[in-house]
């Protein structure tokens, strides 16, 4: 589900070094191709999973 610039809110966090760490080298590994789309990612996954747990 790829969404236009438009259609995106910039948020600023604050993360631990070492998450950082670990995203960086997610993105090393050509895994996601920067951090802000891992972290895309991660949240997207969070707020699907979570709403299908609250559902029951």
């Known amino acids: 589900m ?6 995106m809110e910039i948020v600023n966090v604050r993360l631990p070094k070492e998450i950082v760490s670990i995203l960086d080298s997610l993105v ?3 895994l996601f191709l920067s951090r802000s789309e891992a972290i895309r990612e991660f ?3 969070y707020v699907l999973y979570n709403r ?4 029951t």
Not at 2 to 7: A, G, I, L, M, T
Not at 52 to 55: K, S
């Open 2 to 7: 790829q969404k236009s610039h438009k259609d």
């Open 28 to 30: 090393k590994k050509k």
């Open 43 to 45: 949240s997207r996954e």
């Open 52 to 55: 299908v747990q609250n559902r």
